[in-house]
C-alpha cells in the first residue's frame, strides 16, 4: 500500500513538472516519514551529499567540457570536409556525411543535443539547400545523433555504470559493434530514400582531396584514440581518459586557433549546468535508493517477475517494452537513474550479464530519444530544419525500425555486443 | 517586478561566475592528477578533493540551473490541463520544491553541527563542515533561485509554452547565427 502511495506520489510529482529530481527526492522523503518517523529525515543531508560526491561521475563534466571545447573549436567543418571525401560521392551523399559526422562526434561528446545543435547547424541548411526535404534532413539527424550515445564516450553508460556498479570501461567497448552496425543501417535507409527521390551526390571520389581533408582533420582524431585507445588498451580509466580528453580538445582547439577564452567560459559553463542537472538526479537517487533498499522492493520486484518466468528471453522482452514505453516519457539520464537500480537485482537473479543489459538500455533510451512527447533530440532538428515534428516522425519511423532491429540483434545475441569485450577483458 | 529581474541577473552572474571558477578548478585538479599517475606519482588527496569539487559543482550548479528552470522535467501533461488547473497544479509544484529544500537546509544545518571538530581525511587541516556547507547552503541558494524564476515561469506556463522547447529555440537559433556566413 505504501509503496503504490509513493509510485502515485512521484508520478503526479512529474506529472505537474516538478523536476524529476526534486519528485524523486520527494518520494523518498515520504517513504523514510512512513516507514522511519520523522527522526529519520537527517537522511536527506547525509543522502544529497553522498550521492553528489561519486567519484567515478567525476568523468560526466570532463566528457562534457571536452565536448563544448571541440564544438566551440572548428572541428565540425573539417570533419564534414573529411567524412564528403569519403562517403560524398554516393547518392544522398549529405545524408551519409550526416551519418558519418555523428558517428565521430559521438567519440568526442556524450551530450546528443548539442550536438544536433552544433552539427545539424551547419548540415541541415545544406541538405536542404541541395533539394533535401526539410523533413528528411531533420530524420537523417535526429536517428544518428541518438545512435550515437551508444557509442563511447556516453552519459547514459557512465550513468547506468555507476547505478548498477558494472565497468563504465566494459559498457564503452560493448558499443563500438552495435554503434556500427546502427550506422550502416541508417546509411541503408538513407540510400532507399536518396534513390527514391533521386537526391544528389556530392563530390566525386578523389584520393589527392581525401589525403587533404585527413591532415586537415587529423587533430581532431586525437580524441578519439586517447579515449579508445586508453580505455581499450587499458592505460586509462574511463575518468582518467576524460581528463585527457579535455587536454587533447584544448591542445586541438588551440591548434587550429578557435580558442578564446569567451568560448573556454561558455564551455564550462555548459559542463557545470549539465553536471548539476544530472548529479542532482543521481543525489536524489541515493536518498530514494536507500528507502526502497530497507523496504527490499528491487528483490520483491524480481521475486515477482521470477515467479512467473526465469527464462533470459522473456524477462529482457518485458525490460525492453518497458524501457522503450519509460524513454517516451522521460530523459535517458533520469530514465536510467529511476529505473536501473530497481531491475538490477532482477537482472543479477535471472543470470544476465550486465554489460549486456547496459547496452540494451542504453539503445532503448537512444529510441526513446526519437518519440515523443518527450524527444530532446528529435526536437531540436526539428528546431534546426524548421520543421513540424509530425512530419518529420512519418520520415524517422524508417530510422527508428532500424534502431529497433539493431536492438533486438544486440538483446538476443549477446555476441554483437560483447565479443569485443570479450576480447579484450575476458 | 524589475527588482526581482535584477536581483536574478545578479544571482545569475554570481552564480555563473562560481560555477565556472568551480569546473575550472575541477578540470585543472583531474588533469593534474591523471598526468601524474601516468608518470607514476599519485596524489592521496586527489579522490576526495575530487569528489568535493564534484559535489560543489552539483548545487552551485543546480541553484543555477534554478534560475534558468533547466532542471529535467516533464511538461506535457501540465500544459495540456485548463489554465486555472495549470496554474493550481503550478502552485503545488513550486510549494513541493521549496519544501524539499527547507527540509533540506534544516537538516544540512543539523548534520554541520555534529560534524564540528572533524577534518577531512586527506587533508587534515580542511574541516569537514566547510566542505559539507555545501547542502545547506546549496539549499537555500536553491530556494532564492526557484522563487526568483518564478514569475517567468508563470507566465510561460499560463501561455501555455514549454520552457525546454523554448531554451532549444533558443540554443538552435543561437547555432544557425553562429553558423549562417558558411551555410
Partial sequence: MLMLLIFVALVALICINVPIAIALAMAGVIGLLATEGVSSLVSIALDMYSGSTKFSLIAIPMFVLAGAIMNAGGITDRLINF???????????????????????????????????????????????????????????????????????????????????????????????????????????????????????????????????????????????????????????????????????????????????????????????????????????????????????????????????????????????????????????????????????????????????????????????????????????????????????????????????????????????????????? | MNAIKRLAAILDFLLEAFTVFLMVVLTVVVIVAVLARLAGESFSWYDEVAAIMLSWITYYGAALAALRRRHIGFDSVLLSIPVQFRMIAVLLGEAVVLTFFILMAYTGFQVLAVLQGSYLVSLTWVPIQFTQSVIPIGAILFIICQILSLPDYWQKTRDGISLEHAEIEEEVDEELAKNAPRS
Fill in chain 1, 83 to 426: 567524412v564528403s571525401a569519403i562517403i560524398g560521392f554516393v547518392r544522398g551523399g549529405l545524408a551519409m556525411v550526416n551519418i558519418g559526422v555523428s558517428l565521430f562526434f559521438a567519440e568526442i561528446s556524450g551530450s546528443a543535443v548539442a550536438d544536433v545543435a552544433a552539427m545539424g547547424s551547419i548540415l541541415i541548411p545544406q541538405m536542404k539547400k541541395r533539394g533535401y526535404s526539410a523533413p528528411f534532413s531533420a530524420a537523417v539527424t535526429s536517428s544518428s545523433a541518438s545512435l550515437a550515445i551508444i557509442i563511447p564516450p556516453s552519459i547514459p553508460m557512465i550513468l547506468y555504470a555507476s547505478s548498477s556498479n558494472t565497468s563504465v570501461e566494459q559498457l564503452f567497448v560493448a558499443g563500438v559493434v552495435p554503434g556500427l552496425l546502427g550506422a550502416a543501417g541508417l546509411m541503408f535507409v538513407a540510400y532507399v530514400f536518396a534513390r527514391r527521390y533521386n537526391l544528389p551526390t556530392e563530390e566525386a571520389f578523389n584520393t589527392k582531396r581525401l589525403r587533404e581533408t585527413f591532415v586537415a582533420a587529423l587533430p581532431a582524431f586525437t580524441l578519439p584514440v586517447i579515449i579508445l585507445g586508453g580505455i581499450f588498451g587499458g592505460f586509462v580509466t574511463a575518468t582518467e581518459a576524460a581528463g585527457l580528453a579535455v587536454i587533447a580538445a584544448l591542445i586541438v582547439s588551440a591548434w587550429y586557433r578557435n580558442l578564446d577564452l569567451r568560448h573556454l567560459r561558455r564551455a564550462m559553463l555548459d559542463g557545470g549546468i549539465q553536471t548539476a542537472v544530472v548529479m542532482l538526479l543521481v543525489a536524489a537517487s541515493v536518498l530514494m535508493g536507500g528507502f526502497l533498499t530497507r523496504a527490499q522492493v528491487p528483490q520483491d520486484i524480481a521475486n515477482a517477475i521470477l515467479g512467473i518466468t526465469s527464462q533470459q528471453w522473456v524477462i529482457l522482452l518485458i525490460l525492453n517494452f518497458f524501457f522503450l514505453v519509460v524513454g517516451f516519457f522521460l530523459h535517458s539520464a533520469a530514465a536510467i537513474i529511476l529505473v536501473v537500480p530497481i531491475v538490477i537485482p532482477l537482472i543479477a537473479a535471472a543470470g544476465i550479464d550486465p554489460v549486456h543489459f547496459g547496452l540494451v538500455v542504453t539503445l532503448n533510451l537512444a529510441i526513446g530519444q526519437q518519440t515523443p512527447p518527450v524527444a530532446s533530440v528529435l526536437i531540436t532538428s526539428c528546431a534546426v530544419a524548421r520543421a513540424n515534428i509530425w512530419d518529420v516522425s512519418k520520415v524517422n519511423i524508417w530510422f527508428i525500425l532500424i534502431l529497433l532491429t539493431v536492438l533486438l540483434l544486440c538483446t538476443y545475441v549477446p555476441s554483437i555486443p560483447l565479443f569485443l569485450v570479450d576480447y579484450f577483458y575476458r
